[in-house]
């Protein structure tokens, strides 16, 4: 298995260095263009942060030189259209500036020749389509200027072949999709024409074959993915048709594998595609975890090849997948079976940790998963009879699981299922009075179950209920003063439970309110500084409540407020770092706060932060795998928090993630 990089990212560059690790450059990410680079250990399939380079950038192309250093070229900044270049010193891990071509351009090639010169051709930039191509002389490290080509051009293709010479394909040009090809002659800075391939096209992938012809496939032929092959004969000039790949692809790589045999992989397609020349077929191999395109690929010195990023229907930008041919299998980390937001995570005694429910673009589901500690394994056990997102889940006195409520689709709940972890099974048990979601449920000090609020087709509710589990019906009790939904509710060390925010039908609120189980009333306290929804509610070992972020009037919010129930009131404390709602809060052994994931002004937070409450104060902690909302987190016995699930963007998550405080 391999870790996921520390920042999310597509149109990036992957380099192997003479070391065996792969060097991960640029590209864009959530924060928008990226300097950062990264570095992958293949012995541990451990990754690093390393230097950032000068400019930040996408679209450019990397290249190894032969001194091992890595030379990055041109590409787009936040600024626009760069003509500079950066080299990387693999023995001091620094990036330092190398001096600039001639024409600013993206999406152009960069190939290295036998003379161990780097010829940069193509692109698009501020003139538009360009056709000029210059040369790089790492001995000098200056630029110069060779001879142009016949068509300006970009998303085109460069491949060097066995006579020294640079076959230039396809691509996009002022004519629209391209079929013409050009040959580049290194011994006399010429371009010639060559055979034209079958057809116009461009986001496609050339490789070449240890036969010497050109394995073209792939791209967008007439705004349409193609699964059409053609190769590329040196000695004739000549394109002919072969057998197409079982998928259509664009915005593909392909890479000839230590066999011989060419790997096709990207287009948001889970299969990957294998190549054999001396059959002249394709065979479907092993499917990726995550579907992609706009990823980068190392073939690494053991053979095995290293998929970075990129961008697909999961949203995998942080994910990193490993390939072995040998045995046809690709290896990630441990994930849930179903990608899942909006469901619960519960801690049962043995330990292990149970996930239920949740949704994927709408869909409710009623599938439950374990996972094991000791095994770091998720495995399937009993479904619930109804498919729900946006539930609760209560571990009752005696270890089975209550989940109530929440909505199936379109259909707001009022059932509600316990789980036994004995038999794995799940029954029926007492239904609700009132259907509702986005509800709270807090386990009182006498065993019994208190849900709150939510809401179901009539609106906000401030109706209360309680479950008795000895006899598994449920009792209506005293109504909140207000409706209200996206709450909090806190049980205090005194027993009473405080219900803190939410949206309601007079909009954000910052009301907060206590019921007491003797009395079974409800009663106002005072209110927050603060209107908010989403945010979290964590009791904290002195007492007091912590209540964190959240959205109020349509802003993210970093404050943060502290509830005295020996007083009944509130005060500020120092304000997260950073402004995020939907995070998840929970309190760690040694009773510091974690905050995790979230939404804020720049997107989907992967960065914690942790409060302390012996200082008051925010610190940020090591960068997560994967920005999400919508997410579990369950701390573990032996400290470590279990991060499940949640949402990026449109998408839903199977990935899973160990936090070490």
Avoid at 136 to 163: E, I, K, Q
Avoid at 197 to 211: E, F, K, M
Avoid at 364 to 370: K, M, R, T
Avoid at 417 to 439: A, F, I
Wanted: with cysteine.
């Amino acid at each position: 298995m391999t870790g996921y990089m520390n920042y999310a990212r597509r149109y990036h560059t992957s380099s192997l260095l003479s070391n065996g690790n792969v060097l991960i450059a640029g590209g864009q990410g959530y924060a928008g263009i990226l300097s950062s680079s990264e570095l992958y250990n293949s012995s541990t399939g451990i990754w690093t942060v390393t230097d950032n380079m000068t400019s930040a950038r996408y679209q450019h192309t990397a290249v190894v030189l032969s001194d091992g250093k890595v030379l990055v070229v041109a590409g787009i900044s936040p600024q626009g259209l760069l003509k500079s270049a950066e080299l990387y010193d693999p023995s001091t891990q620094t990036w330092s500036n190398a001096s600039s071509m001639t024409f600013d351009r993206y999406s152009h090639t960069a190939s290295i020749l036998s003379n161990g010169s780097v010829l940069v051709v193509g692109g698009y930039g501020s003139s538009g389509y360009l056709n000029s191509a210059e040369l790089y002389d790492p001995s000098t490290g200056t630029w110069s200027t060779t001879g142009n080509m016949t068509f300006g051009r970009y998303w085109h293709t460069a491949s060097v072949l066995s006579n020294g010479k640079v076959l230039v394909v396809g691509g996009l040009g002022s004519s629209g999709y391209m079929n013409s090809a050009e040959l580049y002659d290194p011994s006399t800075g010429t371009w010639s024409t060559t055979g034209n391939i079958n057809y116009g096209r461009y986001q496609h992938a050339t490789s070449v074959l240890p036969n010497g012809k050109v394995c073209l496939t792939g791209g967008l032929v007439s705004s349409i993915s193609s699964s059409s092959t053609e190769l590329y004969d040196e000695s004739t000039g000549i394109w002919s048709l072969t057998a197409n790949m079982t998928s259509a692809r664009n915005s593909l790589t392909t890479s000839t594998l230590n066999n011989g045999k060419i790997l096709a992989i990207g287009s948001n397609v889970y299969n990957c595609d294998l190549y054999d020349y001396q059959t002249a077929s394709w065979t479907l191999t092993s499917s990726m975890t995550y579907s992609r395109s706009l990823h980068a690929i190392s073939i690494l010195t053991d053979g095995n090849v290293l998929v970075s990023g990129g961008q697909g229907s999961k949203a995998s930008f942080y994910s990193v997948e490993l390939y072995n041919p040998t045995i046809d299998m690709w290896s990630i980390v441990s994930n849930m079976a179903t990608n899942r937001q909006s469901h619960t995570a519960s801690i049962l005694s043995n330990g292990s940790v149970l996930v239920v429910g949740g949704s994927e673009l709408g869909y409710a589901w009623n599938s439950a998963e374990l996972y094991d500690p000791l095994t770091q394994t998720w495995s399937l056990t009993g479904n619930m009879t109804y498919n729900r997102h946006h539930h609760t889940a209560s571990i009752l006195s005696n270890g089975k699981i209550l989940v109530t409520g929440g909505i199936s689709s379109i259909t707001v709940l009022n059932n509600a299922e316990l789980y036994d972890p004995l038999t794995q099974t799940w029954s029926t048990t007492g239904n609700m009075t009132y259907s509702r979601y986005l509800h709270t449920a807090s386990i009182l000090s006498n065993g019994s179950v208190l849900v709150v609020g939510g809401y179901e087709s009539s609106g906000y509710l401030n109706s209360a209920e309680l479950y008795d589990p000895s006899t598994g019906t449920w009792s209506t009790t005293g109504n909140m003063t207000f409706g209200r939904y996206w709450h909090t509710a806190s049980v205090l060390s005194n027993g009473k439970v405080l219900v803190v925010g939410g949206l309601g039908s007079s909009g954000y609120m910052n009301s907060a309110e206590l019921y007491d189980p003797v009395t079974q009333t409800w009663s106002n306290t005072s209110s927050m500084t603060y209107d908010r929804c989403q945010h979290t509610a964590s009791v904290l070992s002195n007492g007091k409540v912590l209540v964190v972020g959240g959205l109020g009037f349509g802003l993210y919010l970093n404050s943060a407020e502290l509830y005295d129930p020996s007083t009944g009131t509130w005060s500020n404390t120092s304000n997260m770092i950073s402004s995020r709602m939907a995070q998840s809060a929970s309190v760690l052994n040694d009773g510091r706060v974690l905050v995790h994931g979230g939404i804020g002004d720049c997107g989907l937070f992967n960065i914690p932060e942790i409060y302390d409450p012996s200082t008051s104060m925010w610190t940020t902690m090591a960068k997560g795998n994967q920005g999400r909302y919508g997410h579990t987190v369950s701390v573990l016995s032996d400290g470590t928090a279990l991060v499940t699930g949640g949402a990026m963007s449109t998408s839903c998550l199977d990935a899973a993630e160990i936090y070490h405080p």
